[in-house]
């Protein structure tokens, strides 16, 4: 079991890094992006600014040059020397058609035609508006005429044979005109140290993750590992204290047997019996921790006379606590006579619930059992008069070797609440307690009621 868990936790682990690998570079590609759709804004913004800035200059510095009125005219009156810089239409729509949109492209396409956009003042609001400049390593700004280049500016140290790397950075491309001829075209690259700080920053987020993960599981394993020890030496000790008991029963049996034919009230014999019914199941218990210590214990059901076996029980009880007052009674529906257990295991859960309520129920225990049937199950209830059980300990009653510190003065290793609940959940039932310190305790076992 502990490779298999070292074997899973790797695995595990591994996956954890494939997939801060995977988040990484979906990051980086996300960071990316983000960053072209900022530039490829500003980049827009600035060179449309531009084209309608030295556009305007334009008409300013010399009147002679058109101007733009807008009127409305049948197309049929236009001159043959008239020069259509496109039409706008609005019987269908288009993203990104608006008069204002023309117009600004039909001034851009009249300044294209005698002069070129100023790179230098692009150049210059770029670097005063976009946000991300320092952490550019080069870039360049080109207008073309069809495929011809017009102008063109390069910033940073080898500009030129940074950007011939085609492969490596952003392109962003605006249409200028409503020609389709010009256009500008940037191209922009990032720092080495930049793409290294993020991703660098990323590392360590994932590497910090993952060492954490590491040892929660390394933490994880340690705990599994001196648990599975302490419950093998548990489990050990208990094989042991059962191996052990077998000799001097063995021996006592022998001794009866000796005795019984000078016994006239058959008080040897009843022991005798007794003895040989707990040596065979000593020898029952010893037989299955041997050959089902990985599986649960197999039940051999049969019928069970619950009065009876009560009061086989309590009769023992009453002897083992004969300097105590007890008072027992047993209230059985005679839906409930006879139910469909494992003897031997019943038993002992009965048993067991008995043997607590009076051991916590002081000198003069009052103890009640009824059981009956509701929906098609067994529910059986024991309840005493004792100290009770605090509300803090509760949650815990049913937990291997767990004790109650306020119990502590009454002799017991806390395996038989927890041992009762595995017999129960075994027969397909669960196990529930009501208890008020000071007023005593009750405890309801539910099975399926199997004929």
Request: with cysteine.
């Amino acid at each position: 079991m502990k490779k298999r868990f070292a074997i899973s936790t790797l695995l595990v682990l591994l996956l954890l890094v494939v997939s801060q690998i995977i988040w990484i570079r979906q990051v980086a590609e996300r960071d990316k992006s983000r960053f072209r759709e900022e530039v490829n804004a500003s980049i827009n913004d600035i060179v449309k600014y531009q084209a309608t800035k030295q556009t305007y200059e334009l008409f300013e510095i010399d009147p002679e040059s058109p101007s733009i009125t807008i009127t409305a005219v049948n197309p049929d009156s236009l001159s043959a020397n008239a020069k259509s810089y496109g039409s706008y239409e609005t019987e269908s729509y288009e993203e990104n058609t608006s008069i204002a949109n023309f117009l600004e492209a039909a001034m851009t396409e009249i300044l294209l035609e005698e002069n070129t956009l100023d790179l230098n003042r692009i150049d210059s609001l770029f670097r005063n508006n976009f946000l991300h400049t320092s952490e550019l390593s080069a870039y360049s700004f080109i207008t073309k005429e069809k495929d011809t280049t017009t102008d063109s500016l390069y910033f940073g140290i080898n500009a030129m044979q940074q950007l011939n790397d085609t492969t490596k950075g952003v392109y962003i491309t605006v249409p200028l005109g409503t020609s389709g001829t010009y256009r500008f075209v940037s191209h922009f690259i990032f720092k080495p140290a930049t793409d290294t700080r993020r991703m660098t920053i990323l590392v360590i987020i994932s590497g910090v993750a993952v060492v954490a993960v590491a040892l929660i599981f390394f933490v994880l394993l340690v705990q599994l590992q001196r648990q599975m020890h302490r419950l093998y030496s548990q489990e050990k000790r208990v094989r042991g204290i059962i191996h052990d008991l077998k000799s001097p029963l063995s021996y006592i049996f022998s001794m009866l047997g000796f005795f019984e034919m000078e016994d006239k009230n058959n008080l040897l014999a009843e022991g005798k019996s007794r003895v040989k019914q707990l040596s065979d199941n000593i020898e029952r218990m010893l037989s299955e921790v041997k050959l089902n210590e990985k599986k649960s214990a197999a039940l051999q059901r049969e019928p069970y006379d619950l009065a009876q076996h009560c009061r086989e029980i309590s009769h023992d009880l009453e002897m083992i606590y004969k300097e105590k007052d007890i008072t027992m009674t047993f209230t059985i529906a005679r839906e409930a006579q006879v139910i469909y257990v494992d003897p031997f295991y019943f038993d002992s859960c009965l048993r067991n619930l008995l043997d607590n309520a009076i051991k916590y129920s002081g000198d003069a225990p009052v103890i009640t059992l009824t059981a009956g049937k509701e929906k098609n199950r067994i529910l059986i209830r024991v309840a005493d008069n004792g100290m009770g059980i605090p509300k803090k300990d509760q949650r815990r009653i049913f937990t291997s070797f767990f004790r109650s510190p306020r119990q502590s003065s009454v002799k017991g290793h806390g395996i038989g609440l927890s041992s009762a609940k595995q017999i129960v959940k075994a027969h397909g039932g669960n196990i529930g307690l009501k208890s008020e310190e000071g007023k005593g305790t009750v405890f309801t076992i539910s099975i399926p009621d199997k004929q």
